[in-house]
């Protein structure tokens, strides 16, 4: 429809109507039927307050779909399309990895091509807009929602979510197989006091600047057609009644035109968190803030009107929400198509989840990391006695939170995944030994290193359930769930050749396996075809090649922790497991990550050999060109993502000792060496000031390559 016509339908429409395009209602308020909702259920619905509505979240099928938005146009003297919305955070029925995981392939092509497998199914199945990229910044992995997010770099996340929101939204949304996209949850979610989900967040505007918002000022500028402001209270307001977030930064400073939505529940929530007196007041202070749908609260429908007749809130107001809901209806084209070309045919999403498989297992293998290798991986395919132990030994449960539609019964196991690759081996499998919180039954384990002492290679499969990360998820101690690192131990133990292959969504404190163990790969919740993978790349016939995208700390008592540190006036010189008496370090733990930012062993070994750049002094604004050659010195053929990393050796305010400025991937053959060349964009060369302006200071950088804490190869240049 051309934008005069849906002037003259919003001028046509009651302001009872308009309201009603701001709220949004689950799926099974409305239908009466036991759908999943993602949040605690709220008040059950009048019928007129069923009357006029504009979106439906948490439905599950195609069916639904068109039967509800046959159902409601059929009542409107203004027949809107409703707008049916859904998280589809790393697939739809097809599980990927979880975005933490992806995150960790640094390749953004990759993570696109997943957003666009799962968007092609999720259209299939009926939704319209979907609530991702997730791009909180986290520094702190007690939170359950970190395995949601693209990791602790803004740089890496940006171009993550990005790569995300062009994948699901395609060339154009009128194309059925698209999605519109929904970047959330803006801001400071990530930093709960304590890592604990919900609570408050206390940031300055400088670590706001440099850290927490520049992911979704990336995703907007990508084509991001919604926005949704987290639960928690920056700096004293929730987010949705945030003046300073909402209207000065989103709406003024970046000149964001799209909709907003609120999270869940989030506007009642207000009155819980002590800023709004009553519904109404919620409902003032969010239209205030420009949040144009309410989710599931009710406020809006409640008390919007009201507040307009009592001059608390103007008509214009209204319209201008409604007009930017009606932009994204527009723009998916559902007032030519309310359906999309959804199939009521389950035959349809279920073909392409088919068709989806091998991208799968792809992303899984791109996504695992290898943390530690002392040569036992890869194992020989020759192996006939293989021993496959733990919780995840022959687990569904690896699809990680937020799967959506996804069946967990068609998810490839480890066991299964072994089977397939080798046929002939005996594969014994010993589950047991819970990765549940707090389950304290070792009584497997015996049974579990006599199976490790008569195996040719031995597969320990543990980790975090499923469970224990996502929403509301907050853990105070990250360490490995009940008795598996006692399992580890001793099947360790009993067999040297055991590789861990772990699973969860969150890093996890390794520091007590760390040592016995002789290798482990982290397979974070690689989805549907992770037990494929893992097979793969445990038997070499595929080449691990993923980074950490989030560091893992030694301890919880670490946290929050990030590789992007200041120096501090007393920064540590003693090796890293010394304490030194007045610096900053700890007396019982070192400063260090087990595990970096970046972090990830291949099969083979990389050498590098020269880092030169095309210039050393550049003007304020120029890009820095960078040429990294490598050499592979081992037996295999392997991928090396080459990160580079920036320091700003003298700057008005203290800034990162590193910070990731540029990377990509090259693939050489045993004994080849080659030139990798990256840019690095002068906006990583920009830092927040004191006076509250992104500039980029004249002077002395260093430019590195290497991963976190482990820069191999430096070169100074001038900024003039
Ligand atoms: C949840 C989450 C949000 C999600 C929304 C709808 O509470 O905070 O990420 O998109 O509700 O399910």
Known sequence: MKTEALKKLLESMTLAEKIGQLVQWNYAALAMTDAEVTGPETLQLSADAMKYFGSVLNFSSADEMIRLQKQYLAGQEHPVPLLFMMDVIHGYRTAFPIPLAQAGSFDPDLVKECARAASAEAAAGGVHLTFTPMVDHVRDPRWGRVMESCGEDPYLSGIMGAAQVEGFRGKDLTDKGTLAVCVKHYAGYGAPEGGRDYNQAELSEHVLREWYLPAYKACLDAGADMIMPSFNSLNGLPSVANPWLMNQVLRDEW?????????????????????????????????????????????????????????????????????????????????????????????????????????????????????????????????????????????????????????????????????????????????????????????????????????????????EEMECSGEGRSRASISLPGMQAELVRRVAGANPNTAVVLFGGRPLDLTPVEKIAPAMLEMWMPGTEGGTAAAKLLFGDAEPCG?????????????????????????????????????????????????????????????????????????????????????????????????????????????????????????????????ISLTVSHERMKLWNFAGQSVIEPGAFEISAGYADHLLLTQTFTVS
């Not at 209204?318 to 809901?325: C, H, K, L, P």
Request: aromatic letters at 6%; charged letters at 25%.
């Open 255 to 463: 000149r964001f035109e799209g909709a907003v939505i609120s999270d869940y529940n989030a506007l009642d929530e207000l009155i819980t968190q002590g800023v709004a007196e009553n519904r109404q007041h919620a409902a003032v202070q969010a239209m205030n803030c420009g949040c144009d749908i309410d989710m599931v609260s009710g406020c809006y429908a409640s008390d919007l009107e009201k507040a307009v007749r009592e001059g608390l809130i103007s008509e214009d107001q209204i319209n201008t929400a409604a007009m930017r809901v009606l932009k994204v209806k527009n723009d998916l084209g559902l007032f030519e198509d309310p359906f999309r070309g959804a199939s009521a045919d389950p035959e349809t999403v279920n073909r392409l989840a088919r068709e989806h498989r091998p991208l799968a297992e792809k992303a899984a293998i791109a996504s695992a990391v290898l943390l530690k290798n002392t040569g036992v991986l890869p194992f020989d395919k020759a192996a006939k006695r293989i021993a496959v132990i733990g919780p995840f030994a022959d687990s569904r449960e690896i699809v990680g939170a937020w799967c959506c539609n996804c069946d967990t019964r068609e998810t490839v196991t480890v066991a299964e995944g072994i089977r397939t690759l080798l046929p002939d081996a005996e594969v014994t499998v010993v589950t047991g030994c819970s990765a549940r919180i707090g389950d304290t039954d070792g009584s497997m384990i015996g049974e579990a290193a006599h199976a490790a002492e008569n195996a040719d290679c031995v597969i320990l499969c543990v980790g």
């Open 547 to 675: 980074k950490l995208a989030m560091s893992f700390p030694k301890s919880a008592g670490q946290l929050p922790l990030f590789y992007a540190r200041s120096n501090t006036g007393r920064p540590k010189q003693a090796p890293e497991d010394e304490y030194q008496p007045y610096c900053s370090n700890y007396m019982d733990c070192g400063n260090l990550p087990l595990y970096s930012f970046g972090h990830g062993l291949t099969y083979t070994e990389f050498r590098y050999d020269e880092l030169r750049s095309e210039k050393t002094e550049l003007r304020a604004g120029e890009d820095l060109n960078v040429t990294v050659r490598l050499t592979n010195t081992g037996k295999r053929t392997g991928t090396e993502t080459v990160q580079l990393y920036i320091n700003d050796k003298f700057s008005s305010v203290v800034t990162p000792v590193q910070k990731l400025a540029a990377f990509g991937r090259i693939t050489l053959a045993p004994g080849e060496s080659s030139e």
